[in-house]
């Protein structure tokens, strides 16, 4: 599931970005950047500077991103949670995007309802012996409730823009924003406790044994250096669960796009 989401997280952000995808086929996305996404992306800021100085255009580089990882010696990058690349565009969402309001694009002569979702894409993470993260895309429809999951997946199939179409006009929510997040965080948290947790049973009995081998080498309990070495080992094999909001928006669709 995480390779999954990761690959249309991937292509849903080259894509609201305004880049090329070249090629998006069993875990290798091939982007053409743009000349905003080169700078912000690949680190060439001198190539941009020579660029602009002699008044030409430029060329925006492609990238090739691998997120199966039977594919990962062929040529490109292989990236992954906790990998560099991964978390250069997390910051860049954190920074420029956390949040957006989009509208899908209709063709029409007719008055056209949108109806409002809260679109959430959060990071669970999961940290004990093994450590793994996974991003759960939901969506929330603000007038009747009803709710989706791999929502990321789904717009990528809708075209959306900024603006409103013409003849087009929003319906006002009916569910609060806050009461959607509740209503989000509750479903995400029914699915983290529906997986296996035998790694968080396997990671207090690691550290369990690790407590009382390293008390085998201190006569006394109080001892400050046993006492930081403890919470050194505590907080490395602890199991623990986190949730953070990467980004999210309100998308305005058409009541049956979805």
């Known amino acids: 599931m995480a390779i999954t989401n990761l690959n249309s997280f991937l292509c849903s952000y080259f894509t609201a970005k305004k880049c090329r995808i070249i ?3 069993d875990g290798i996305l091939n982007i053409q950047l743009n000349e905003q996404m080169d700078r912000e992306l690949m680190n060439r800021p001198f190539y941009w500077h020579y660029i602009k100085k002699i008044g030409r255009e430029g060329d ?3 990238l090739t991103l691998i997120t199966n990882p039977d594919k990962r010696d062929i040529p490109g990058e292989w990236i992954h949670f906790g990998s560099p690349r991964l978390q250069q565009i997390m910051n860049n969402l954190k920074r420029n995007e956390r949040f957006t309001k989009l509208f899908q694009k209709i063709e029409t002569t007719n008055k056209t309802p949108l109806y409002p979702w809260l679109v959430t894409n959060i990071k ?3 940290q004990g012996q093994l450590k793994k993260d996974e991003i759960f895309s939901i969506g ?9 999951t791999d929502m990321m997946e789904a717009l990528n199939e809708l075209e959306l823009q900024t603006t409103i179409s013409d003849f087009c006009f929003t319906l006002s929510p009916i569910i609060k ?4 997040y509740f209503r989000m965080e509750e479903v995400i948290s029914n699915y983290v406790y529906s997986q296996d947790h035998d790694w968080a049973k396997s990671s207090l009995e690691i550290l369990d044994e690790e407590i009382r081998t390293l008390k085998h080498f201190y006569t006394d309990d109080d001892d400050p ?4 070495e403890m919470d050194e080992i505590t907080n490395r094999y602890n199991p623990c669960i986190t949730m953070n909001v990467i980004n999210g928006g309100i998308f305005y669709l058409e009541k049956d796009a979805l």
């Not at 924003?177 to 959607?180: H, T």
């Not at 250096?225 to 930081?228: E, P």
């Open 177 to 180: 924003l806050k009461s959607g």
């Open 124 to 126: 669970i993470s999961y």
């Open 225 to 228: 250096k046993m006492k930081k």
């Open 60 to 62: 925006p580089m492609q």
């Open 140 to 148: 929330l429809q603000l007038v009747n409730g009803r709710m989706r």
């Open 23 to 25: 090629q998006n086929n």
